[in-house]
C-alpha cells in the first residue's frame, strides 16, 4: 500500500489519481464519523463531500506535522461542528421514545432470529438518537474514540486541545450517556437484545 | 484517593490511558469499593454498547460525486494560477489585454504625456509643460512638401498623401464615371468594406462652396462629422470629414465633384471581412466560455469557489464587452462611408497658360524630397530625446502599477501557505 504521505505529495504535483486513492481509502471513515456526528445519511454524505474538497483545495496548507487521516477528519470534524451549531438554531425533531416502543412491539415473532436482529437494529437506532442528544463537543470525542476507535492523540489532534481535555471530556461524555441510556435501561440492557 | 476522584478516572482507567501511580491507586480503590465498581460496570456497559454500533458503509457512487466536484475545482484553480502566477510584464499584459480600447487610449496618453514631459523638461526648462508639442513638427514635414509641390507646379506629384485603404485602392487621375463604378463593384455582397474618398477641389470662393457642401451631404442622408478650416498666404483652405450612407455614397462624390475642380481623388474601401469574422468568432467563443462558468457556478458550494468563479466570469464578460465595442464600430464603419473634402480657394486667377518647365526638375524634386526626409529624420530623433528624457518618469509613474502586482503575489503566497 502506497503510504498517505506519497500520496499527498502526487496530489501536490497535480495527480488526479493519487487524490482518488485518497477517496477511496478515507470515505468510509469519514462517512461513519459524519453519520455518527449529524444522525442522518443525507447530510453525512453531503458534508463528506464537502469535508474531501475543502482538504482537496486545501492541500496546499497541509504541512504534514500531523497524519493526512489526522487532517482530514479535523476538517471533517469541523463541518460536522459548523452544521451541528446550525442545527441547533433550528432543532431536527426525532423519533419520540414512545413511538420507539410501539415498533418494537409491532415486531413480528414467527422467526426468532430475523425478529431479534430487528429488535436490535431499533435498539442501535434509538441509541444513535440518544447520542445525538449529547452536546456536539462530547458526542465528538465520544464518536472518535468508541466508534472510530482513534488513539487520545489523535483525537487531541483532530478537536484541537490537550490530552487531559480529551480524558476529561470523554469521562463527562461517556457519563452522561450511560445516565441517558439508564433511563431506558431494559430497553438497552435487558438480555437478549444486547449481545456483548 | 476517594470516590469522587476515582470516577473523574474510570473512564481513561478502561481505556488504559492512566500513568502507573493512577493506576494504582485506582486498584486499590475499587478492590475496597462496590459503589465505584458498580459505576465502573456500567460505564463499561455504555461503552460497549456504543462499541457495537455497525459501521455503516457510505452509499455507492460516493467517490465518484467527490471526485466530480474536485474536477470541477482543479479546473477552476488551473485558470486561475495559470494567470495569478505570472511575472510582472506578463501580468501587465494581461491586465491591458482586457479592455484594449482602454489601454491603446492609456498607452497613447502615455506616450504623448512622455513627449511633452520629455520636450518640457529639455526645451522648456523650469517644468512648463506644453501638451501641444507632439504635433509641432508633424506639420513641418507637410508644409516643407507642400512647398516642394509649389516649387515643382504639379498639384498632383503629391498624390500620395491620402494613402490609407490598401486593398482597393483606386487612384483616378482621368476622371469620369469609369473609376466611380469600378469602386462600386469592388464591393463584392456580403463582404464588409469600409468605403472611403478622398477629393481635393479648387474653388474660387470658399464660403458658397461650403454652403453647396454641406447641402448637398445633407440631402444624401450624410452628416459633417469634422471641419476643418486654415488661413494661409491669402488664401483659405477648409477640410471636412464627411459620413454618408453607403448607398449614396458614388452619387455624392460625384456630386461633390461638381462644386469645384477636381484636383485629387481617391476612392478605396478596406475590406474588414476577416477582421469583422475573427472578432465575431471570438465573441461567440467568449459567450460558450461565460455560459460553462454560469454552469460551474452553479454548481459551486462554497463562498470561495463562487469568488474564484466570479472573477472568471468577470474578466470573459469584459473581453465580450470590448469585442461588442469593436464590431459596433465595424458596423458603424461599414454602414457609413468617410469622405473627406478638401476645398482650397484658388490663390490668383490665372491669366496665361505657361509651358511646362523641365528646367532643373530633377534638382527641385530632388531637393524637395530630401529636405522632407531631413525633416521627419529630425522629428523622428527628436521624439526620441523626448522619451528619453521622459522615461525616468514613466518607471516612477509604474511604481504604483508594479506594487498593486506585488500586493496580489503576496496576498496568494500566504493563502498558499
Ligand atoms: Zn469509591
Known sequence: MVPDEVLVKECRRGSREAFAVLVERYQAKIYN????????????????????????????????????????????????????????????????EHEMRRYLEEVPGENPEAAELCVR?????????????????????????????????????????????????????????????????ELFFSDGVYSG | ????????????????????????????????????????????????????????SPPPGLKDKIMGRVDELASVRNLKESRESRGFLPW??????????????AAAAVLVLALALGRGLLEGGTGVLRLNVPSAGAPQVAIDMKRA??????????????????????????????????????????????????????????????????????????????????????????????????????????????????EQRELGGQDVTEEYVDVEARRRNLERQEERFLNILAQAKTVDDVLKVETQLERVRGEIESLTARLKYLDNQVALATITVELKERPRPVNTVRAFSAANLGTRLRQAMLSSVNALLEYAGQVLVWLAAALPFLLVAL?????????????RNKLRN
Request: charged share 30%; glycine share 6%; hydrophobic share 40%.
Open chain 2, 1 to 56: 484517593m476517594d470516590c469522587r476522584a476515582v470516577e473523574e478516572k474510570l473512564s481513561a482507567y478502561l481505556d488504559g490511558q492512566l500513568e502507573a501511580k493512577e493506576l494504582k491507586s485506582v486498584a486499590i480503590h475499587l478492590e475496597t469499593c462496590p459503589s465505584c465498581r458498580a459505576e465502573l460496570a456500567s460505564l463499561k456497559e455504555t461503552i460497549d454498547l456504543v462499541r457495537s454500533l455497525e459501521h455503516v
Open chain 1, 121 to 185: 437494529r431499533a435498539v442501535l437506532g434509538r441509541l444513535q438518537e440518544v447520542l445525538a442528544t449529547l452536546p456536539p463537543d462530547q458526542r465528538t470525542v465520544l464518536v472518535l474514540r468508541d466508534v472510530q476507535d482513534l488513539s487520545y492523540e489523535e483525537i487531541a489532534q483532530i478537536i484541537g486541545c490537550s490530552l487531559g481535555t480529551v480524558k476529561s471530556r470523554l469521562n463527562r461524555a461517556r457519563r452522561a450517556l450511560r445516565d441517558k441510556l439508564s433511563a431506558e435501561r
Open chain 1, 33 to 96: 464519523l459524519t453519520y455518527r456526528l449529524l444522525g442522518n445519511a443525507d447530510d453525512a454524505e453531503e458534508l463528506t463531500q464537502e469535508a474531501f474538497c475543502r482538504a482537496f483545495a486545501k492541500l496546499g496548507e497541509f504541512r504534514g506535522e500531523a497524519a493526512f487521516s489526522t487532517w482530514l477528519y479535523r476538517i471533517a470534524h469541523n463541518l460536522c461542528l459548523d452544521e451541528l451549531r446550525r442545527r441547533q438554531r433550528r432543532p431536527v425533531l426525532s423519533l419520540s
Open chain 2, 92 to 105: 501587465l499584459w494581461c491586465r491591458l489585454g482586457r479592455r484594449p480600447v482602454l489601454s491603446v487610449a
Open chain 2, 149 to 262: 509641390e509649389k516649387n515643382s507646379e504639379e498639384p498632383n506629384a503629391t498624390s500620395a498623401t491620402g494613402g490609407r485603404a490598401p486593398e482597393t485602392l483606386i487612384k483616378s487621375a482621368e476622371l469620369g464615371s469609369a473609376a466611380t463604378s469600378t469602386a462600386r463593384q469592388a464591393v463584392p455582397l456580403g463582404r464588409k468594406v469600409v468605403q472611403t474618398g478622398r477629393l481635393v477641389l479648387l474653388v474660387e470662393n470658399l464660403d458658397p462652396a461650403t454652403d453647396e457642401l454641406v447641402r448637398l451631404t445633407q440631402a444624401r442622408g450624410g452628416f459633417i462629422q469634422n471641419s476643418f478650416l486654415k488661413r494661409g498666404e491669402g488664401a483659405r483652405t477648409a477640410s471636412y470629414t464627411l459620413r454618408v450612407p453607403v448607398p449614396a455614397f458614388v452619387n455624392l462624390v460625384q456630386e461633390l465633384e461638381k462644386i469645384g475642380e477636381v
Open chain 2, 399 to 411: 511604481v504604483p502599477v508594479a506594487f498593486v502586482w506585488w500586493r496580489k503575489r503576496r496576498r
